[in-house]
T-cell receptor
């Protein structure tokens, strides 16, 4: 299957700092990427849909000024958690859908575990 | 509101038994259906996809889809301890994001 790479896999930061997470589709082009968040023992929650060349679409309750998403190319989307706080500690997972893949299959990155001290 | 419902479990089966995981969805125009497996601390991995009514088999896994009943299931034959994980049902409709259920935790005991 298609490969989605996410970096970094783990990050620990101090409260108040910003953290950037990268998501790359390695062998296909993705006009749309999705960012999910998962708290321990909870389900995947869609945070936002990242659209190449345009603004991201955020789900209800997700602060767009706190979670900045940039999708500058067909293979790269970034999520920046600004002024991170301990409650932002979570597992962030990106996913992408092949432009040619009309079946809807999503390919997931490995996930990034953020710990805010 | 589109919804995907799964029994959270845990579902416990002995090694070698058949594990049956169920999922219902609310949106009748859903087109594609997926089962993902997620180990603790890892991201989901796709194990089965199904697009039309009936059964689809892949090794020890069989996905079953009944669009009239808005029901999709996953059967795991000859369950192994390594199958212990959370199984996520996901539903797709063109133009939308994939909608996930909350997942069913499967525990296979040796």
């Amino acid at each position: 299957g298609a490969v989605v790479s996410q970096h970094p896999s783990r990050v620990i930061c101090k409260s108040g700092t910003s953290v950037k997470i990268e998501c790359r589709s390695l062998d296909f082009q993705a006009t749309t990427m999705f960012w999910y968040r998962q708290f321990p023992k909870k389900s995947l929650m869609l945070m936002a849909t990242s659209n190449e060349g345009s603004k991201a679409t955020y789900e209800q309750g997700v602060e767009k000024d706190k979670f900045l998403i940039n999708h500058a190319s067909l293979t790269l989307s970034t999520l920046t958690v600004t002024s991170a706080h301990p409650e932002d500690s979570s597992f962030y997972i990106c996913s992408a859908r092949d432009v040619a893949g009309g079946t809807g299959e999503l390919f997931f990155g490995e996930g990034s575990r953020l710990t805010v001290l | 509101q589109k919804e995907v419902e799964q029994n959270s479990g845990p579902l416990s089966v002995p090694e070698g038994a058949i594990a049956s995981l169920n999922c219902t969805y609310s949106d009748r125009v859903s087109q594609s259906f997926f089962w993902y497996r997620q180990y603790s601390g890892k991201s989901p991995e796709l194990i089965m996809s199904i697009y039309s009514n009936g059964d689809k088999e892949d090794g020890r896994f069989t996905a079953q889809l009944n669009k009239a009943s808005q029901y999709v299931s996953l059967l795991i034959r000859d369950s192994q301890p390594s199958d212990s994980a959370t199984y996520l049902c996901a539903v797709f409709q063109a133009g939308t994001a994939l909608i996930f259920g909350k997942g069913t935790t499967l525990s296979v005991s040796s």
